[in-house]
């Protein structure tokens, strides 16, 4: 139920700025560890902008072995990020699920989490990111898994100031 709600939630946000405001920033990044796992290919983009806060969804895509019960796993990380501070330096919190598919036909999600440090120049395409960024299990039990990730991304329309 958790799942259905954060997707509904990242595609209503999506379809409901898309239209009102075209300067919202697009984003791709590339994660080692972190939300989807070993590493994560991810898309993001803003979709509510404050004097010192900006709201980013995000969706990623991610391979990842299990086991020899399960194969190999598909990971779709979504996430919601929070960035506060101003200029190049920004606290970047984030929560959303994770959903795996496996090769062999398991479906599994867990709570994705983040607290980290991001670095964006606002005149400058690239931007850099470092969190701690916890994989929260709860379907069968509850547990937690300590994780971290560093992050390089690449602003697809970001305007020279």
Not at 131 to 154: E, K, N
């Amino acid at each position: 139920m958790k799942l259905i709600v954060v997707i509904t939630s990242l595609f209503i946000s999506f379809f409901s700025f898309a239209q009102t405001e075209t300067s919202k920033k697009k984003s791709i990044c590339f994660e080692l560890a972190g939300s989807g796992g070993i590493a994560s290919i991810n898309f993001e983009k803003e979709f509510l902008i404050k004097p010192k806060s900006t709201f980013v969804w995000r969706t990623g895509l991610s391979f990842a072995p299990i086991d020899k019960n399960n194969g190999t796993g598909i990971v779709f990380p979504l996430m919601v990020h929070w960035l506060k501070g101003e200029n190049n330096h920004k606290l970047d919190i984030g929560i959303g699920q994770g959903v795996t598919i496996t090769t062999r036909g398991s479906f599994f999600a867990l709570t994705t989490a983040s607290i980290g440090y991001r670095y964006q120049n606002p005149s400058k395409k690239w931007f850099y990111r470092v969190a701690y960024t916890p994989l929260i299990y709860y379907l069968i039990d509850f547990q937690v898994q300590h994780w971290g990730g560093i992050s390089i991304g690449y602003t697809l329309n970001n305007k020279k100031q």
